[in-house]
């Protein structure tokens, strides 16, 4: 018995261990944040007409731009890397930014294009015009700009106090690591970095509802 857990201790504990922290890099560590209280976009509508809030809502944002069939890809990325997985929580949401004007192309994008993946609850369009969207974007202080179609590849993590959240410091090998969006070109950043960072901030969610005794599986 004796000699069972000491080989068990030896070499099972380890590779278990490792496959553990493989899995994800940041687990059960805060997710830094990146800018504090960013703006609400609530004075903007959906299609529907209807504004939406980020207060209160775990939220992918990004900024899709004048041209979005050529980001249609990135949408597919998304959809599937990490909208498919969280898509039943409560709490959770994509919002993406365009001017005004680009109404028509997101009806077919949903019609021909998203709708064939399966539901887009909880996913949503939202439109301004360019000197809006260029005085939000300014206000998130990031480093990467919009290029001239007001669009950025990279989406990024907003909590619930509307604060984004990402990677600011040093990674576990002691290297300075700063990450304020994730390029959904990449499906590999989505899968390796994103997918990593949005289990910390749903676990984050977790630990405080149990504590105040109201955890739920929707979040």
Do not use: C
């Amino acid at each position: 018995m004796k000699k069972n857990i000491v080989l068990f201790v030896l070499f099972v504990l380890p590779i278990v261990a490792y496959l553990f922290f493989a899995s994800g890099v940041n687990s059960f560590i805060s997710l830094p944040i990146i800018t504090k209280n960013i703006p609400e976009v609530n004075t903007w509508k959906t299609l529907d007409n209807k504004s939406v809030a980020l207060t209160n809502k775990i939220t992918i944002l990004g900024f899709t731009g004048s041209d979005v069939i050529k980001h249609k890809g990135n949408f597919f990325n998304l959809y599937e890397v990490i909208y498919d997985k969280y898509k039943d929580f409560k709490d959770f949401q994509v919002v993406m930014v365009l001017p005004d004007g680009t109404q028509k192309q997101v009806e077919e994008l949903l019609k021909l294009d998203i709708q064939k993946l399966g539901t887009h609850k909880g996913w949503n369009f939202v439109f301004a015009s360019p000197n809006e969207i260029t005085t939000f974007y300014d206000k998130l202080q990031l480093v990467g700009k919009l290029d001239t179609s007001l669009a950025t590849p990279n989406v990024f993590i907003i909590d619930k106090k509307r604060n984004l959240r990402g990677r600011k410091g040093e990674d576990q090998k002691g290297t300075p690591e700063y990450k304020e969006g994730y390029n959904t070109i990449f499906v590999s950043e989505l899968y390796n970095k994103m997918m990593d960072d949005m289990k910390i901030i749903i676990y984050e969610y977790r630990a405080a509802l149990k504590k105040n005794h109201n955890a739920t599986k929707e979040l």
